[in-house]
């Protein structure tokens, strides 16, 4: 019998395609309609079991990837969403053992792309294979919503639905292929900030409630349709606390893109620019318009494109 000794998992980042909030709860959190989309931007987690305990406790992290100045602002310590995903697993099946967590990064950090997350997802699904624990993907899926409202949504991948606080999933349909540009941003936001702007500025937050027009546009493979049903209620929120987002958004909406909004809780700002059933040379033209802009602008310290949907935690 082979015993693995290191394990990676590929893991996406997402973009929310509609994120409706709704007005605080007694716990801290928020109802929440989310649908969430995985695109190709992605962090691949590495566990190797360690040949000794680490200083640190169970995990010893590390950090690498192509997110320059943004790889400062991963926690190499027991805060980390990834260690604790690996100590909640090790405490709950009695299994683990002393393990390095190498993450190669490309996801933003603190972009509102969920890239902590991802990483605590990976890591749950590389550590559950490294021990042998062999969980049903339920069991893991309820380990990922104790960690955070978007670790499960990393597991899964694809387009989905999320309400609660976003760990209660629902798969969406959806028949085509969608292409992104993502503005990153040299600045970071922090989500419970963003959270605490919002419940600011919007003291009588209405329930949530899913759109049917962003389903339908979905469901059909319309960019043009999807353009203008992306929404986010922490949009608002976001450009107050960092005003230069507006011009990004307004600079990829000038260059030609289907949609835009802030990602999540920000910075990191989206535009669509196709998909469907659209010839590709248009999709292809459309993207280089809005790249050139963005890049042009002076407002974003990368330019990424990617596209959706994709799976979610993957082992290579």
């Known amino acids: 019998m082979t015993v693995n000794t290191t394990v990676t998992v590929r893991v996406p980042a997402k973009v929310n395609l509609q994120l409706a909030v709704g007005p605080g709860r007694e716990d801290g959190f928020h109802d929440l309609v989310n649908v969430f989309h995985a695109v190709s931007l992605f962090d691949e987690v590495t566990v190797t079991t360690a040949p000794s305990r680490p200083e640190t406790g169970l995990t010893e992290l590390t950090v690498g990837g192509g997110l320059g100045s943004h790889l400062s602002r991963v926690p190499l310590d027991g805060t980390n ?79 989905a639905v999320g309400r609660g606080r976003g760990e209660i999933l629902e798969p969406m349909a959806g028949s085509g292929r969608f292409h992104w540009v993502f503005a990153l941003s040299p600045h970071g936001l ?19 409630r899913a759109d049917a027009a962003l389903a339908a546009a979905l469901a059909a493979a319309d960019p043009v349709a999807l353009g203008r ?31 835009a909004l802030v990602s999540g809780s920000g910075p990191t700002c989206a535009f669509l620019v196709g998909g469907g059933a659209e010839e590709r040379s248009v999709v292809d033209r459309r993207e280089a318009e809005v790249v050139a802009a963005l890049e042009a602008s002076g407002l974003c310290e990368r330019v990424v494109t990617a596209y959706g949907d994709v799976p979610g935690a993957t082992v290579l």
């Not at 890239?115 to 990922?144: I, Q």
């Not at 919002?198 to 949530?208: S, T």
């Not at 992306?230 to 005003?243: H, I, K, M, Y």
Request: hydrophobic share 45%.
């Open 81 to 159: 969403l990834t260690a604790r995903a690996a100590t909640l697993l090790a405490e709950r099946t009695g299994r683990g053992h002393p393990v390095t967590i190498h993450m190669d990064k490309h996801i933003p950090v603190a972009g509102g792309m969920a890239g902590g997350s991802a990483d605590a997802a990976a890591a749950l699904v590389a550590c559950d294979r490294l021990w042998g624990c062999d969980l049903p993907r339920r069991t893991l899926l309820d380990y990922a919503a104790e960690l955070g409202s978007d670790v499960p949504f990393a597991l899964v991948g694809a387009t």
């Open 190 to 208: 922090s989500t419970a900030k963003v959270f605490a702007e919002y419940d600011r500025l919007r003291p009588d937050a209405p329930e949530p």
């Open 229 to 259: 049903a992306l929404s986010n209620d922490l949009q608002g929120a976001a450009l107050s606390l960092l005003p230069e987002l507006e011009r990004t958004l307004e600079t990829g909406t000038e260059a030609g893109a289907l949609g």
